[in-house]
């Protein structure tokens, strides 16, 4: 494994965790608890993955398995806040969200929770059927985004054909659904080069260089999503207001 494998996850945590960082000042300021949920899903996560990356790029000796370790517990308790902030955000009023929150909190406990008692603290060992339990959980999670975040934005884009939704909120929802996505295609990554360190106990740097593809991919449109930069946003509303007139002429 070449110790720069694994610089994409690391730059990725630290978009995640200063994003993060920027929403839980803004839940402070405006006392929001969808931003409080998700500040603290995105400050927990980045924070994870910088105990999973520091030990695979540097040598840490003895303490390889504890910071891993630490890493899943942290990036378990981050996706309780995303399933909560889903859940508030889009399917408030409907009591399955609720169930849903529950099985997938479930499957990802006890898939940590029994692997671990059996020896697998890093959480690696495909073979293990809790490794799937847990696997379940923090895929479907992002998966649940990325089908509200699509659903959400198509719904908004036919708002902002009649001028009763901005087009940079509808943009939002394309930009968080696909946060979720490409989450999902990491998490599908993550399979192949598990069973690769299973078997030789080596992570292959290509596969990572394709999740970590995708995990810079996820932390930039979260960037984008909530803080972008003021020429994006006027491409977004210049992009809509064209698209008004076109269809106005």
Not at 183 to 198: H, K, N, P, R, T
Request: with cysteine; aromatic share 16%.
């Amino acid at each position: 494994m070449e110790d720069n494998a694994f610089i994409f996850e690391a730059i990725s945590g630290v978009i995640l965790f200063a994003v993060g960082v920027r929403v839980l000042k803004l839940a402070a300021r405006t006392s929001g608890i969808h931003e409080r949920l998700l500040g603290i899903y995105l400050v927990l996560s980045g924070i994870s993955y910088a105990f999973y990356s520091i030990p695979l790029m540097i040598d840490v000796g003895s303490l390889f398995t504890a910071l891993t370790f630490a890493g899943r517990i942290i990036y378990t308790i981050s996706v309780y806040f995303l399933l909560e902030f889903t859940r508030s955000v889009f399917r408030s009023n409907q009591a399955w969200s609720r169930w849903l929150v529950y099985a997938l909190l479930l499957a990802l406990v006890l898939g940590v929770g029994v692997s671990s008692m059996q020896g697998d603290w890093e959480g690696y060992t495909v073979s293990n059927p809790w490794f799937w339990s847990e696997w379940l959980g923090y895929t479907l999670t992002p998966l649940w985004v990325g089908v509200e975040g699509i659903r959400a934005f198509r719904n908004a884009r036919k708002r902002v054909r009649i001028g009763l939704c901005d087009p940079v909120v509808a943009n939002r929802y394309l930009l968080w659904g696909l946060f979720g996505i490409f989450q999902v295609c990491a998490s599908l990554v993550i399979v192949e080069m598990y069973a690769d360190y299973e078997t030789d106990q080596y992570f292959a740097s290509g596969p990572d260089l394709v999740l970590g593809g995708f995990e810079i991919l996820a932390a930039a449109v979260a960037w984008l999503a909530f803080f972008s930069p003021t020429f994006y946003r006027n491409w977004i509303a210049d992009g809509a207001s064209s698209a008004a007139s076109g269809k106005g002429t």
